[in-house]
């Protein structure tokens, strides 16, 4: 009897211990710890020793940092901890410490100023994210944690945002007795590490989800400019060392299942020269490579916004998000490569795009002097050379395509200039070989439009390399066909059609250009093509316009009706062929879930949103003064010479239905495109500068 009961208590005993190990276990390997360090950029990652090496086997990736209104270092933790764009107006930070419900052992940490976050987004249907982490945390019984600050003459705890509640509580921490004097470190004040390491390894046990400010950069990056750089630099790299050798410890001590590394928002010098993407290193999980966001479509690329749900799912919380591990042999190698190439394409781009803008308003000038004014008073040399020029300029988006900016180190003038003198090349080839001006028009838009094509069919990758294509770091848009190439696409392709009608002489089957019209619909609107719903849907009323002009379609009420019918059609099958998300979901499908789940002030905030961006773009934008100087020519030669337009029209019929079709495109482009002054000037291109070289050939006075 006595033996049955000691073996009956040993197994009882053992049975538990195994499931102590198991729980204790499962803890671990829920726990998630957050180390911030600001003001960072992935080459200062090389120069830290340990975390260089630690990256070369976790996953990385750069952070968009995009932000609503004024962007600054405290609003990237609220939008980190909340997952959406939120505002925060100023940085106050009042920390009181209070007895936890959870765990009466320790104090818990209030951020008592959350009440002013919240009425700063008073207004914004993502005001009950506020908090998001912390909430979701609760939810699940786990517990958060904060320890660090980032203080100076005043205080700064603005990553307790991150790991805050709705009520702007953290259930364990500390934000005091970090910080030890040290008369040597600008500002007389620096990080305790060895204090910091202490409070790890004493908060850790207890905690679920643990945020670490290290806080030292952000003070020393308040004395840049002050100092001397070549003082500054040095004590950047103390800071430096002090952080790797910081991982370095928590990194041994482990208890954690995934350690993030990050910083979260950039320098004031790197903000300045464009370099805004920061890095993040996440360590714990399998293999080591890139993480691939499905809100950016790019390995390497994840926004803001998508940290907050990747915690909660690392934590176990969630069973998706947006986030995810892709495999790479090197990923900080070729992270490192990639933010290269991207900053070079990005400081190209503005300034290039400008010097193009700048040599579209001068040779449409001068073109249009010479098609309205002179005629047969010029030479032929003249009219050739003027005519070889409007091809150049129709070229001009062919080379922006295939030479992509990335590839050298080159300037904007350099660039620019190689893509002139490639653009006059392959303008004087074409005329030389073709001796067709028609043929010359359809050949140049049809090397656009196939290129886009099979770029867009392949990844878009010519397009992301391109000064006409969009940037990551700004964040308006990753993937698909810009506003840029969207109006160009609906441009050429609309010449294309015109053309091919003026050179062979009789009309389309009307299958044939349906399927043709509805194909560059699909291109441009869908979520694994073009992704761009604005331009898909101007184009597909400029296709519309087409194909009724073309095929004598009249309209009447009934046509008429069919023709809001057919892009009402359009507009829905895209929209729920994105919200679907039957390959990924793009910025129209984002919005339909946002809808879904915030309700239809998110369509309105959108909207508002968007004709901002139209209203301000009109004000700055260059490409207003191109589609005003083109608006200008096309007016003027109506009346001067006298009829020449009306007798170029009469002539060139088929031309004629694709310059009212890509202007019926630009029009709606301007509506219902956030960019649209841009996609209606890029349209407009082709449409004037193909109308300036049939005016300059037929040179006739009347």
Request: aromatic residues 12%; glycine residues 8%.
């Amino acid at each position: 009897m006595k033996k049955s009961l000691a073996v009956f208590f040993f197994m009882v005993a053992f049975s538990a211990a195994i499931s102590v190990s198991f729980i204790s276990e499962a803890e671990e390997n829920s726990k998630a710890v957050m180390i911030i360090a600001d003001y960072l950029d992935i080459e200062d990652i090389s120069k830290m020793e340990y975390l260089n090496k630690l990256a070369g086997v976790s996953h990385v990736a750069l952070m968009n940092n995009r932000q609503p209104g004024k962007a600054g270092a405290s609003k990237s933790k609220l939008i980190i901890g909340s997952g959406k764009k939120l505002e925060l107006n100023t940085d106050p930070v009042s920390v009181e410490k209070a007895e936890s419900k959870k765990e009466p052992l320790f104090g818990s940490l209030v951020y008592t100023d959350i009440h002013r976050v919240k009425e700063t987004n008073s207004d914004s249907e993502y005001q009950k994210y506020i908090g998001y982490i912390g909430d979701e945390i609760n939810k699940n019984r786990g517990i958060t944690c904060y320890i660090g600050n980032a203080d100076t003459q005043k205080k700064n705890r603005s990553s307790m945002l991150i790991a805050a509640d709705s009520s702007g509580k953290i259930d364990l921490g500390e934000t005091e007795n970090i910080n030890i004097e040290d008369g040597n470190f600008p500002g007389g004040i620096r990080t305790d590490y060895s204090r910091l390491a202490e409070l790890y390894k004493q908060y850790l046990p207890a905690s679920s989800f643990l945020v670490i400010e290290t806080g030292e950069m952000e003070r020393l990056e308040g004395f840049k400019g002050i100092i001397p750089e070549e003082s500054f630099e040095s004590y950047r790299q103390k800071v430096l060392n002090d952080v790797d050798a910081f991982v370095k410890e928590v990194v041994s001590h482990k208890g954690y299942k995934t350690l993030i590394f990050i910083s979260t928002y950039p320098s004031e010098s790197n903000d300045k020269t464009g370099n805004r993407m920061t890095p993040i290193v996440v360590h714990g999980g399998k293999g080591k490579g890139l993480l691939y966001s499905s809100n950016t479509r790019r390995h390497g690329i994840i926004l803001n916004t998508d940290i907050a749900d990747y915690v909660l799912y690392k934590l176990g919380y969630l069973s998706k998000c947006s986030v995810h591990e892709s495999d790479k042999e090197d990923p900080l190698s070729e992270l490192k490569d990639m933010n290269e190439s991207i900053l070079r394409t990005s400081r190209l781009r503005a300034p290039a795009l400008t010097y193009y803008a700048v040599l579209v308003i001068a040779v449409l000038g001068i073109l249009f002097t010479i098609a309205a004014f002179f005629g047969k008073k010029t030479g032929k040399l003249s009219l050739s050379f003027g005519i070889n020029i409007a091809y150049t300029m129709l070229s001009f988006p062919v080379i922006f395509l295939f030479i992509p900016a990335s590839y050298l180190e080159w300037g904007p003038i350099e660039y620019i200039t190689l893509s002139a003198a490639a653009s006059f090349l392959l303008a004087v080839v074409l005329n030389r070989v073709l001796k067709d001006r028609m043929k010359v028009i359809l050949s140049i838009c049809l090397m656009l439009q196939i290129g886009l094509v099979i770029d867009m069919v392949t990844g878009s990758i010519l397009i992301k390399q391109s000064v006409l294509g969009y940037d990551p770091i700004i964040g308006a848009r990753f993937y698909g066909i810009g506003n840029e190439y969207a109006g160009m696409f609906m441009g050429c392709s609309i010449m294309v059609f015109g053309c091919i009608h003026e050179i062979v002489g009789k009309k389309y089957n009307k299958v044939t250009a349906a399927v043709y019209f509805l194909i560059c619909t699909a291109l441009l609107g869908l979520t694994f093509l073009g992704a761009n719903f604005g331009g898909a849907l101007a184009g597909a009323f400029g296709y519309l316009l087409a194909y009724y002009l073309v095929f004598d379609i009249k309209f009447s009420k009934g046509n008429v009706f069919i023709g809001v019918m057919i892009l009402s059609l359009t507009a829905a099958t895209l929209i729920i062929s994105d919200s679907l998300g039957l390959v990924s979901q793009s910025h129209m499908g984002g919005l339909v879930r946002e809808t879904r789940a915030n309700g239809f002030g998110v369509v309105t905030s959108t909207i508002n949103r968007k004709i901002s961006m139209n209203l301000r773009l009109m004000r700055y934008t260059i490409w207003t003064k191109v589609l005003l100087c083109i608006i200008g020519a096309i007016s003027i030669m109506f009346y001067k010479p006298v009829k020449q337009l009306f007798y170029i029209f009469n002539r060139y019929k088929y031309l004629k239905y694709s310059w009212m079709s890509i202007a019926a495109s630009a029009i709606a482009g301007f509506a219902v495109n956030d960019s649209g002054i841009v996609t209606a000037a890029t349209a407009m291109i082709f449409s004037v500068f193909t109308m300036l070289i049939m005016c300059i050939w037929e040179r006739k006075e009347y």
